[in-house]
């Protein structure tokens, strides 16, 4: 079974990405990165990777992967609300 | 916004599968088409996190748009809170100034209630304290 099909499971490699290169002191912070707010506007945009749906289709989608293009995130609650 | 190049995706804490249902059961029927863009999946908040637009209580997503220029950087973000839908043809607005003044090399800046094909500014040393001849906040106005 393809892994976007596993109940439960979540798909290999997905979720934030961190950076390449990280100085030894940094560590402590690199841990918690995740509580972190890391996005900052003018700077770099934390990358990350997330199984997505497109007409029709699951597909992982790695946002590094779309630079050279302009890119609109769009955070929502969720689906089946109302606004 | 595919006119304008750009790459969209909408992202909430539920789950690819969630995602497929409600585009079949009811966006499609919103939308001709259906939605021209993938709808990615954020389980747990994690990206939503760095972020900075999960909500800790709700355990779902605020309603954060960013937008990304080609070399990966954030030009603009906006944040709010549910209760209120975001207003596409103000980040139709933003997205167009932000390619003029990258297309410009930056030599063009886009002043306050910019809209496509207004007044652009051209910052150097002998525009400063000459703007008022050049721009004036009734020009250009967004907000009526």
């Known amino acids: 079974m393809p892994e976007a099909m596993s109940c439960g499971k979540r798909t290999p490699g997905v979720g934030v990405i961190a950076p390449a290169a990280r100085a030894p002191e940094t560590e402590q912070i690199a841990e918690r990165r995740s509580d972190v707010t890391l996005a900052r506007v003018g700077h770099e945009a934390p990358d990350f990777r997330a199984e997505g749906y497109f007409q029709g289709e699951f597909k992982a989608y790695q946002l590094s992967d779309f630079r050279g293009q302009w890119v609109v995130l769009c955070f929502y609650p969720g689906d089946f609300t109302f606004v | ?144």
């Open chain 2, 1 to 144: 916004m595919r006119e304008l190049g750009v790459q969209v995706f909408a992202v909430s804490t539920d789950s690819h599968f969630v995602h497929k249902i409600w585009h079949e059961d009811e966006l499609s029927h919103m939308v001709e088409g259906g939605i021209p863009y993938p709808m990615l999946s954020d389980p747990g908040g994690e990206i939503g996190r760095v972020y900075g637009v999960y909500d800790e209580a709700g355990g779902v997503h605020i309603r954060g748009r960013f937008i990304i220029d080609p070399d990966g950087v954030i030009q603009a973000a906006e944040i709010l809170t549910p209760t209120v839908g975001r207003n596409v043809e103000e980040l139709l607005r933003q997205v167009k100034a932000f390619q003029h003044v990258r297309a410009s090399n930056g030599a063009e800046v886009c002043p306050a209630g910019w809209r496509p094909g207004g007044k652009t500014l051209r910052p150097s040393p002998e525009l400063v304290g000459k703007v008022w001849r050049e721009w004036s906040p009734k020009a250009d106005l967004v907000l009526r």
